[in-house]
């Protein structure tokens, strides 16, 4: 691929970044590879204030509570996410979808589903998308910080960053997904087919019949990234490329520490997969530690999160943006 036009200047903008990061000083399942030692280098660059993504995830636990799919705290969750993004400049859309609670699951009957879409204009006719789910496990008390709030919030974040960005945003069009439904129904088991992932499974099968999945440069997908003692894994199946990139930034911005290995977890991104689509799951299933103890479980709390661990994978993931137009 030649570097001229929209792509020169996307690599220039991604050099500048990194730049930025080496002058300045700041801060289911397999087992992980050892961590990669961190460089000595400055902090990364302020392109996440991690100070506000916090305060978003306080509302969405402390105030709204539980988000289940098909309930009152979803709507409110997806009302204070668009009356947060939508005078920024970016345009909402509402998929809907229809989710059927499996036999012996507490709720019963078809529930509506939404899958809210976020988009801001680019340069190309590729978009990157830029995924999390943003409903709750479906167990009482479980206010889910980590899973699901971390991740809905760092792309809250991310999308006030590129709508204030100058100059402009010069990449591809962006499209921010937060899916509802990935979680399964209590207390039934997780099932690919049948109870998990409703909205991502949905999504995926209309784009797929649309025929635009080529339409898609890169889908990157988060989930429970809020953890303190952070460590991502690239999880296994998801595409090689952007496995790399992802290393190679983290390495770049001092972060290489926080990728600590690899593991297969079957998550939002599979469906995107299995119609073609470039995808990477980007998720810290060691919550807190091998035995992933406060996942699913009334301990995934605000103090078991940071927002150091918001500040990083934000950081890390607005480094990437630009280099994925050039693979």
Known sequence: MTTTGTARNLILWLGTVLTMAACQVTPSC???????PTPTVAPAPTTFDEERAWTDLEYLVETIGRRRIGTKGSQQTRDYIREQLQPLGWEFEDDLFHAEPPEGANRKSSITGTNL?????????????????????????????????????????????IAA??????????????????????PVNWDDTRNSTFGSRHLAEKIKSEGTEKSILALILLDMVGDKKLGLELEYLSDSWLKEHFRNTASKLGYGRYIT??????????????????????????????GNEYWHTADDVLEHCSKESLGIVGRLVMAALPGLSTR
């Not at 960005?165 to 921010?176: K, N, V």
């Open 30 to 36: 397999a087992p992980s590879a050892p961590p990669t």
């Open 117 to 161: 879409i976020a988009r801001f204009p680019g340069k190309g006719e590729k978009s990157i998308w830029l995924a999390s789910h943003y409903d709750t496990f479906d167990k009482p008390k479980f206010v889910g910080a980590n899973d699901s709030g971390s991740s809905t919030v760092v792309l809250m974040e991310i999308a006030r960053q």
């Open 165 to 186: 960005m100058e100059p402009a945003w010069q990449g591809p069009p962006l499209t921010l997904v937060w899916f509802d439904g990935e979680e399964p129904f209590y």
């Open 261 to 290: 290995g690899e593991m297969e977890i079957k998550d939002d991104h599979r469906p995107f997969l299995d119609i073609g689509v470039p995808a990477i799951d980007l998720i810290d299933f060691h919550y807190p530690g091998a």
